[in-house]
T-cell receptor, first 115, second 114 residues
């Protein structure tokens, strides 16, 4: 069983479109994240949810809207896609406040290409 | 605020040679430090972590790293490189909070020559 799974793995779309990426974890973790890896492989956190509550919201355009229907799922919706949104988006999870040491478990990534 | 600097974006070694990937960090609180490996078209996988216990940390695949507070370093080493070690390696720091917000370095691509 895949611990952290993301869909789709590849996404090619036109500028101005709206798209979503879904993430699910079966590790029983309380906290989930979205990280963006740009073309230079630089990884930066975008959002974090703990038990469905937003706890980290970095400087991200409000075209990006995360949603967590339950603690095992964290989706990312992107409106009005721009060329600069092309990147690999990684979902990750970790144990929650009760004992976490910051160790993250990553999905395989969703490569978004905006044309 | 936290930051990580990985010295050398590319490191090339021969098979069987020592691997040394450098990482220096900055943190205003006692840090947790991590090394992750990313193989092509895959997600990141944890190699090892330092969480304020032993300063010499052993990880998977024969890798180890030593936390040196005086040098603010957490360099990754492996005595003998294998072809399968070719990948990109990321050093990361967190501030000891429970929310796992990691700050990553820029990554180091390791190439292993036969």
């Amino acid at each position: 069983d895949t611990a952290v799974s993301q869909t789709p793995k590849y996404l090619v779309t036109q500028m101005g479109n709206d798209k979503s990426i879904k993430c699910e974890q079966n590790l029983g973790h309380d906290t989930m994240y979205w990280y963006k890896q740009d073309s230079k492989k630089f990884l930066k956190i975008m959002f974090s949810y703990n038990n469905k509550e937003l706890i980290i919201n970095e400087t991200v355009p409000n075209r990006f809207s995360p949603k967590s229907p339950d603690k095992a799922h964290l989706n990312l919706h992107i409106n009005s896609l721009e060329l600069g949104d092309s990147a690999v988006y990684f979902c990750a999870s970790s144990q929650g406040p009760s004992g976490g040491t910051g160790e993250l478990f990553f999905g395989e990534g969703s490569r978004l290409t905006v044309l | 605020a936290q930051s990580v600097t990985q010295l050398g974006s590319h490191v090339s070694v021969s098979e069987g040679a020592l691997v040394l990937l450098r990482c220096n960090y900055s943190s205003s609180v006692p840090p947790y430090l991590f090394w992750y490996v990313q193989y092509p078209n895959q997600g990141l996988q944890l190699l090892l972590k330092y969480t304020s216990a032993a300063t010499l940390v052993k990880g998977i695949n024969g890798f180890e790293a030593e936390f040196k507070k005086s040098e603010t370093s957490f360099h990754l080493t492996k005595p003998s490189a294998h072809m399968s070690d070719a990948a990109e390696y990321f050093c990361a720091v967190s501030g000891g909070t429970s929310y796992g917000k990691l700050t990553f370095g820029q990554g180091t691509i390791l190439t292993v020559h036969p």
